[in-house]
């Protein structure tokens, strides 16, 4: 039986392939207050804002590439067990040819109506105020605003369980719930904490390995490490 591996990625992840990561040094989203353009009180408050906000984050998707990072992710599928689970919303794990990927946070490539969260399509074009569902409905983006549940989350809970090995990638571990997963891993479980700025140490967690690299250097690295274990 392929030994499972978990991996948990963040923004940085995706910051790599040159995807803005929407929070700027100074705590704005691309200029907006985090609330104007991902809460439902701001997509109630002003939606052509909102709609527009996740308009060029879609587009500026749709002209990027996956990483070296995403790709030696792929590539280990051939040896193990790979299960994904990501807070970014975009699709490039997908696109470098993981078969596995859970998104904590949402999809910016599919939308949902705003009567049925159950109710989602894929979407890769403009999303504008007037675009409704079959039933008339207004279309919003298929995200987790702030406020709103993260139903994923308990799929992601027993994957995180399960694992024979835990990475985390390109994320400060500070965006709850998301952060909470690294408590439900075996306590035995090897854990790699891959990120250029990591903020844990040695003694947070037994079984821990730093590598304080981008995921496009840290990720091969573990990779050859991983594949040695064979």
Known sequence: MKKKIVVLTGAGMSAESGLKTFRDANGLWEGHDVMQVAS??????DPELVLEFYNQRRR???QV?????HLALAQLESQFNVQIITQNVDNLHEKAGSSNVLHLHGELLKVRSTANENHVL??????????VDETGYQLRPHIVWFG??????????????????????????????????????????????IDPRPNVSKSDFKNLT?????????????????????
Do not use: C, R
Request: glycine share 6%.
């Open 65 to 69: 590439e996956p990483n070296e990072g």
């Open 40 to 45: 439902p009180q701001g997509f109630s408050s």
């Open 60 to 62: 500026q998707l749709l």
């Open 210 to 230: 730093v590598i304080a690299e981008s995921a496009t250097l840290g990720i091969p690295m573990v990779a050859h490490e991983l594949y040695n274990t064979l």
């Open 148 to 193: 709103e549940m993260v139903p994923m989350l308990e799929k992601a809970i027993p994957l995180v369980a399960e694992a024979d090995v835990l990475l985390i990638i390109g994320t400060s571990m500070q965006v709850y719930p998301a952060a909470s997963l690294i408590n439900y891993v075996a306590i035995e479980t090897p854990i790699y904490f």
């Open 122 to 131: 894929d979407w890769h074009k403009d999303l504008n105020l007037g675009d």
